[in-house]
Structures are given as C-alpha cells and as structure tokens.
T-cell receptor, first 113, second 118 residues
Framework: QKEVEQNSGPLSVPEGAIASLNCTYS??????FFWYRQYSGKSPELIMS????GDKEDGRFTAQLNKASQYVSLLIRDSQPSDSATYLC?????????????FGSGTQLTVLP | GAVVSQHPSRVICKSGTSVKIECRSL??????MFWYRQFPKQSLMLMAT?????????EQGVEKDKFLINHASLTLSTLTVTSAHPEDSSFYIC??????????????FGPGTRLTVL
C-alpha cells in the first residue's frame, strides 16, 4: 500500500466549476498536510497547508482534513484554465526524518475553457 | 513564502562529465535541504536529505558516490552528479523548510535544474 495515494486523473472540469482533488494517507500519526501545484516543466509550488481537522479556506482554494478517515482534499472553486496543472498531495509522516514529506503521485487537472 | 534558488536552470553535458547544481535559500537559513529527482510524467522522488555541516542522508537505491552532496553553509547546498550518463537525465529539484508563521515549517522548492546528458 502506498503511503500517500491520489487519483492520477486526468480530471477535467469546465471553467467556473468546482474541482475536487482527493488524497488518502496510511500513517495515522501524520501531522501536517500540504497541497502543491506543479505546472508542466516547473517545480512544485505550495498552495495550501492544513494541520487540524476541518476546512481551511484561502481564496478559491479550500483544503479539508479528516484525520479519522485519513483523508485530505482540495477544492478549487470557480476553476480557471490557469488552474490546469498537476496537484501533489504531501504528508509529513511521524516516523523517519522529522521534516521529511511524502508525496502522492499527483492528480492532473485540466480546466476546459 | 520563502525563496529557494537553483543554478543552473538547465544544463546539457556529455556522458562521463560531472555536473554541479547549486541550491540556495535566499531569505532564510536552512539547516536541512532536500534533493529530489523527477522523470517525465512521474512524481517527485526524494534522493537525499542534505544537512548543514554533516553528511547527507541518502534514500535507498541512490548511489552516494555518484550523487555528491555538500551543505557547507546555512544557505547553500550543492549536488554534484559525477560521471553523468544519459539515464541521469532528469529534472533535479531542491527544497528547504522555512518557518512561515506560528510554529509551522513549510517546504519550499527551488525552480529546478533540467539535466540532459548526451
């Protein structure tokens, strides 16, 4: 079982719709959760971090964390073509290096104009 | 957020040569930096953890004698790909943790270095 799992996609949504990206993780001791956006040929860019159960909103982005279900999601409201990218879920595990992140394989999102 | 730079952004070299990639934290100090490699259409693969003033910690399967890491200061880590071969062609990305507020540390990535070995 992979430590961090994401649907690889591709996920396509029309412009203006809500894009929903999901991630599950296996280590119950995980404490910190991150969403990165990666455009083709570029390095990942941090867009959201979440540390406690519930929702965290930042502009058009909302991260949701449910530690009991070991599930973290990212909602993108009013999706724009510029949101088309690969979204990486990252989890800070409780074992190993204190600050090492484990990444999912990423979900490719395409927003259709 | 914190800024991490990398140099060069792109390098093409002949097989058998060595290539050095620099990673700098521009506005913060980083005792720990990470080096990743990413092949086309694949996710990030952690290669090693670079620790200032001590030896790097390599992930399983990464040859430490081939990928030399030096973290000589709190703002600079270097990755040297020795005797590069075409299979080493990849996108190499470094990252560092920076404190962004409260008690949280968040990881920021450099822009990456695309290495092509002919």
């Amino acid at each position: 079982q992979k430590e961090v799992e994401q649907n690889s996609g591709p996920l396509s949504v029309p412009e203006g719709a809500i894009a929903s990206l999901n991630c599950t993780y296996s280590d119950r001791g995980s404490q910190s959760f991150f969403w990165y956006r990666q455009y083709s040929g570029k390095s990942p860019e941090l867009i959201m971090s979440i540390y406690s159960n519930g929702d965290k909103e930042d502009g058009r982005f909302t991260a949701q964390l449910n530690k009991a279900s070991q599930y973290v999601s990212l909602l993108i409201r009013d999706s724009q073509p510029s949101d088309s990218a690969t979204y990486l879920c990252a989890v800070q595990l409780s074992s190993g290096s204190a600050r090492q992140l484990t990444f999912g394989s990423g979900t490719q999102l395409t927003v259709l104009p | 957020g914190a800024v991490v730079s990398q140099h060069p952004s792109r390098v093409i070299c002949k097989s058998g040569t060595s290539v050095k990639i620099e990673c700098r934290s521009l506005d913060f100090q980083a005792t720990t930096m990470f080096w990743y490699r990413q092949f086309p259409k694949q996710s990030l693969m952690l290669m090693a953890t670079s620790n200032e003033g001590s030896k790097a910690t390599y992930e399983q399967g990464v040859e430490k004698d081939k990928f030399l890491i030096n973290h000589a200061s709190l703002t600079l880590s270097t990755l040297t790909v020795t005797s590069a071969h075409p299979e080493d062609s990849s996108f190499y990305i470094c990252s560092a943790f920076a404190r962004t507020g409260g008690n949280y540390n968040e990881q920021f990535f450099g822009p990456g270095t695309r290495l092509t070995v002919l």
